[in-house]
């Protein structure tokens, strides 16, 4: 007996059903959904895939600027992306080599987002107090190789080999290409600094704690020091400026005979000639709560240079500052004037003390004659 499909429609659901011999039913329009269903998952997971959340990785990135310093305390390297999506760093990292040596640093989880138009910035420890912006990962120092050496990232991603890294202070590669120019560091955040030459300053030279008072109207005496590397008598005078402010000095450094004789002397005795200068107070911008100022410049070669030194502010006094400078003279003045008379005073109480017992002497040796 052959078996018949039978197809009607049920005039209480309205919808065509079959059935077979055994009984069983089952609806066209369920069999419909399900097929939909399941292509609007295929659908769905298709823009997924495609989409660029799903694509974001971390290969399209590339290495862009490459920098160290003469002693590798300061190093970074930055990559570049002109992508999104590309966060996903978790598990991949950065190699310096040279030869068979070589350095590994890893990235541990995400990295900043989003990434189209932006730097990564991985630098050592010392860079933000050189430069004055926070690197977004932080590298050992030394990390580096130089002069010659490369770098890496990925696994796979990107490569760089140079032959002769600058060790300047001043000078970084930039590829793709390796040509070289005034590094330019620059962070995910878009915070951007250049790293110069640092140098070594004393203000209040002689003095232990270098208090400042930003209301005082006097000056701030500030030292550059010289050593084996730096010679002050390279120094572009002009370039000179002092705190946040950037205050001029206030002696004629141009002058010859002022340079000479007041202001290019061997400060702190160490056989090395130093450029001393003075700024006025309320022109350098300093303010309450600083710990620190720094003398910037440039050498006749126009390199630049940066030396900081630690300060303690101190409110305003009564009787410092310009007060005290206008005061102080008359006061000594006064002060030696007096100790002058009192000095005559018992000269001449001396000398008669000794009139008196020459005399009682000479009177004495007539009593016995």
């Known amino acids: 007996m052959s078996s018949q499909v039978v197809c009607r429609k049920p ?45 974001a990785t971390f290969h399209f990135y590339d290495i862009s600027e490459v920098y160290s310093s003469a002693d590798g305390s300061v ?6 992306t002109s992508r999104n999506g590309q966060q996903f760093l978790g598990g991949h990292g950065i190699a310096a080599f040279r030869g068979a040596s070589s350095n590994d640093f890893a990235f541990i989880g995400r990295g900043p987002a989003p990434t189209a138009n932006r730097s ?27 002069p010659d050496g490369g770098v890496s990232f990925g696994p796979n991603v990107d490569t760089v080999n140079y032959t002769l890294l600058p060790l300047d202070w001043v ?18 955040a878009g915070d951007t600094c250049s790293l110069v030459v640092p140098v070594r300053i004393d203000i209040n030279p002689g003095s232990d704690v270098d208090r400042i008072n930003p209301m ?5 005496p500030v030292a550059l020091l010289g050593s084996d590397t730096f010679d002050v008598l ?15 000095s206030v002696l004629p450094l141009t002058n010859p005979w002022v340079f000479r004789f007041f202001t290019h002397f061997d400060v702190n005795h160490d056989g090395h000639k130093d450029l ?11 303010a309450l709560g600083d710990d620190e100022a720094c003398l910037n410049g440039e050498t006749l070669d126009e390199t630049v240079f940066r030396g900081c030194d630690h300060i303690t502010t101190v409110p305003k006094a009564c009787g410092l500052g310009f007060e005290l400078v206008l ?25 008669s003390s000794s009139k008196m017992l020459l005399g009682s002497c000479s009177d004495v040796e007539h009593g016995h004659a």
């Open 327 to 351: 005061v102080l003279p008359p006061l000594m003045w006064v002060y030696g004037r007096r100790r002058r008379q009192i000095h005559r005073l018992e000269e001449r109480s001396h000398h």
């Open 120 to 146: 990564l910035l991985i630098a050592t420890a010392s860079f933000e107090a050189a430069c004055g912006i926070v690197p977004d990962y932080i590298l050992p120092d030394g990390f580096l190789f130089g």
């Open 11 to 55: 005039a209480r659901w309205g919808l065509w059903m079959t059935s077979d011999p055994r009984g069983r039913r089952f609806t066209v329009e369920k069999s419909m959904q399900q097929l939909l269903l399941r292509a609007g998952f295929l659908c769905l997971l298709t823009v997924l895939v495609s989409s660029p959340a799903a694509q």
């Open 75 to 80: 190093q970074f390297v930055e990559l570049f």
């Open 216 to 220: 005082s109207r006097s000056v701030i």
């Open 234 to 248: 390279d120094v572009d005078v002009t370039t000179l400026s002092f705190g946040p402010a950037g205050a001029p």
């Open 276 to 286: 001393f200068a003075l700024y006025r107070t309320q022109e350098t911008g300093i």
């Open 171 to 188: 000078t970084s590669l930039n590829f793709p290409g390796g040509a070289t120019g005034t590094n330019s560091p620059e962070n995910h």
